[in-house]
């Protein structure tokens, strides 16, 4: 059996060796002038969690679990805060119970247990939230983590509409594989693809494939059916209406406050066929920024639009740290993309771009691959296809440097374009100047992950060496100069990372007031003993 790894980005078998975290001690050492002992990653065996408070009844014994590896896992997302509390095998508050259910009638059956007994009723879909999204709260006698992995199925699929009937357990390859015969695709894939759920997508809002035009998970869904204390929710399926406010809506975003999400009509796809792509170089990142402003309002929707400043090209693109970079591509099942590839490049090279060498990539799905208007099968080469190999890799190669006193977190916002070179200087200027008093130096980047047609969504990025065993305050004392700055600038403190327990302040500051009592009041309706996902967007 395949086992998640408590700690780290992955599974058991995704963990690094001895000899990539004596690498990964090596690199940081010279990058930081600094001294770096490697050290030995903890193991299962270093698990000894609280004994478990409750005993599920014996109807739902058999699809129960209170072992300690179990319990572990189903306590920490994998953010910077999280990684490092497991690697110390620092569980003080883990769920007492793991439930899986294998149908929407033990998912009632769980919840009536939960709600009846006051246990905190935590779901759980991938385990990759980077907010604290199902990290057990404090203050309940037991806590039972609602893990959705048995409900994996796409259970119709309407060829017609181009819909299909998809279970929320379902994880994103499974999702994909399940489609993939009958010539369908979501085509949704956020960086935690692998590991993270429909319901979770849903229920977080989650940014996926797309740079521009249907980017969250809002623009998919056609129907949600989620279980609550006090009943089953579920919309009508319909491609729109105008009839009051969304129920869909509101159970978007909701981050398992008001019901578990146990399936959703999803608008699907024709697999791309076409693509086309390229690399676009800028002599800085505001320039590169204009070029996508300009792109993105033409509405030639490229699938991807991202905009990397000259720190990340260097890192992610393998670039000499001088250039910023704009990664373009285009898809569609049933178009040839070339001509919208190279309306994007006239336009980024009116906006002081130059041609990654000096190639647009074009294929018509065949073997064969038109670069630059004459023949060449070549495959992804050169700066895009680093990045998406860095991009893909990432979480991964965090995994290398646990332990070791490196802090560094990425932060996704989004802001108009009139106000976003104010807010990338106060930003940048907060984090460096947080690196620069708690790790005395360090370096902050960005990235476009989405574009629209009035703003971008930026991914902020900072690294410095902290110290051994104060990481976390280290840490947080970085994350809150940067919020507040991403606060008075005027942006959203999430843009598709969601808000759960990590965001929570700075939610606080961007709700309206008066939408907190109405949420209260729906969830007084649908969870009336207050016991799912409690603390999260309001007050339990």
Known sequence: ?????????????????????KSAAEELSKRYKVDLTPVTPP??????????????????????????????????GRNFRDRIR??????????????????EQEVEAVLEWCSSSGYAAIPFGGGSSTVAGFEPPDGYDGIVT???????QVLEIDDVSRSARIQGGIYGPALEDQLRPHGFTLRHYPQSFEFSTLGGWIATRSGGHYATNQTHIDDLVES???????????????????????????????????????????????????????????????????????IVQTKLWPA????????????????????????????????????????????????????????????????????GGSDRGTGRQGSVGAWRNSFLNAPYMKNHQAGLGLVTETMETAITWDRWPAMDQMVRSALQDA?????????????????YTDGPAPYFTFEGMGRLGAELEMYAEIKQAASDAIMAAGGTITHHHAVGRLHRPWYDQQRPELFAQALKAVKRTLDPNGVLNPGLLIDA
């Open 86 to 103: 497991a690697f110390r095998s620092d569980f003080p508050n883990p769920p007492d119970v793991v439930a899986r259910p294998r149908n």
């Open 146 to 152: 609602i893990d959705m992995e048995g409900l994996n």
């Open 304 to 371: 991807n639009c991202r905009l990397l400043d000259p720190v990340e090209a260097a890192a992610a693109a393998g670039m000499d740290g001088t250039k910023a970079l704009l990664v373009l591509g285009f898809e569609s099942a049933e178009v040839p993309q070339g001509e919208f590839i190279r309306h994007a490049v006239n336009i980024a090279r009116e906006a002081d771009g130059a041609i990654d060498d000096a190639v647009v990539r074009i294929s018509d799905g065949s073997s064969r691959e038109v670069s």
């Open 43 to 76: 193991t299962p065996s270093s698990l000894s969690l609280r004994k478990p408070r409750v005993t599920p009844p014996s109807s739902l014994a058999d699809i129960c679990v209170s072992d300690d590896h179990d319990r572990a896992v189903h306590t920490y």
């Open 1 to 21: 059996m395949v086992k998640r790894s408590f700690w780290a980005w992955g599974h058991e078998s995704d963990e690094p060796t001895a000899e990539q975290m």
């Open 435 to 451: 690196l620069d008093r708690v790790c005395g130096g360090g370096s902050v980047s960005c990235r476009f992950t989405h574009v």
């Open 224 to 294: 949600v059916r989620m279980v609550t204390p006090s009943g089953l929710w579920e919309s009508r399926r319909l491609p729109g209406s105008g009839a009051g406010p969304s129920p869909d809506r509101l159970a978007i975003g909701s981050e398992g406050i008001l019901g578990i999400i146990t399936e959703a009509w999803m608008r699907i796809q024709a697999r791309p066929v076409f693509r086309a792509s390229a690399g676009v170089t800028f002599p800085t990142f505001a320039a590169g920024a204009e070029a996508a402003r300009r």
